[in-house]
T-cell receptor, first 110, second 114 residues
Framework: DAKTTQPTSMDCAEGRAANLPCNHS???????VYWYRQIHSQGPQYIIH???NNETNEMASLIITEDRKSSTLILPHATLRDTAVYYC???????????FGAGTTVTVRA | DAEITQSPRHKITETGRQVTLACHQT?????MFWYRQDLGHGLRLIHY???????NKGEVSDGYSVSRSNTEDLPLTLESAASSQTSVYFC?????????????FGPGTRLLVL
């Protein structure tokens, strides 16, 4: 699986959009980009995933660059409950296991 | 509602003892996974299964074993517990097929090996 690089930490103001970058420069054409988050002490929670196109759901938006070497997770209106570690993961289309890195610790401040 | 449960939620054991952590899901998912998470680190895959009687080793499988006798359960056994296996253990499950592979995680089991 391709390796991902994320910033170690970032702060965000409550009510503002949070933009979380992820670099996956070695991604191949049959690898998804997945985002999960882990709120303190809980099991990880799925957020969103995409292959080539941008995706949006009720939680977030995923923007994937045209060359697919990087992506950005957007939390449109961050709340205090969005404080968590966010993991960007690249996964082969036909391989269901995930490889977690260190992630980005996001702190939403009032 | 369908769910994934882990038991026990907390466990203290002694070095050398055999320990089994339970994972049960009611979604009828084919795929099940065990991860461990150490303080300040991401999750690492221990073992996984893509169906009944199927088991596979992950990146940190030494000292652990699993068996899959039915769809709902994937128990994780520590054959002879070591202090290095003190960790938080998460179980997860997912369904096979395109766009149905989201992993759902259990609440975790905190294991302390003394």
């Amino acid at each position: 699986d391709a390796k991902t690089t994320q910033p170690t930490s970032m702060d965000c103001a409550e009510g503002r959009a949070a933009n979380l970058p992820c670099n996956h420069s070695t991604i191949s054409g049959n690898e998804y980009v997945y985002w999960y988050r882990q709120i303190h002490s809980q099991g990880p929670q799925y957020i969103i995933h995409g292959l080539k196109n941008n995706e949006t759901n009720e939680m977030a938006s995923l923007i994937i660059t045209e060359d697919r070497k990087s992506s950005t997770l957007i939390l449109p209106h961050a709340t205090l409950r969005d404080t968590a570690v966010y993991y960007c993961i690249v996964r082969f289309v036909d391989d269901y296991k995930l490889s977690f890195g260190a992630g980005t610790t996001v702190t939403v401040r009032a | 509602d369908a769910e994934i449960t882990q038991s026990p939620r907390h466990k203290i054991t002694e070095t050398g003892r055999q320990v089994t952590l339970a994972c049960h899901q009611t979604w009828n998912h084919n795929n099940m996974f065990w991860y461990r998470q150490d303080l300040g680190h991401g999750l690492r895959l221990i073992h996984y299964s893509y169906g009944v009687q199927d088991t596979n080793k992950g990146e940190v499988s030494d000292g652990y074993s699993v068996s899959r006798s039915n769809t709902e359960d994937l128990p994780l056994t520590l054959e002879s517990a070591a202090s290095s296996q003190t960790s938080v253990y998460f179980c997860a499950s997912s369904e096979s097929g395109v766009n149905r592979e989201t992993q759902y995680f259990g609440p975790g089991t905190r294991l302390l090996v003394l």
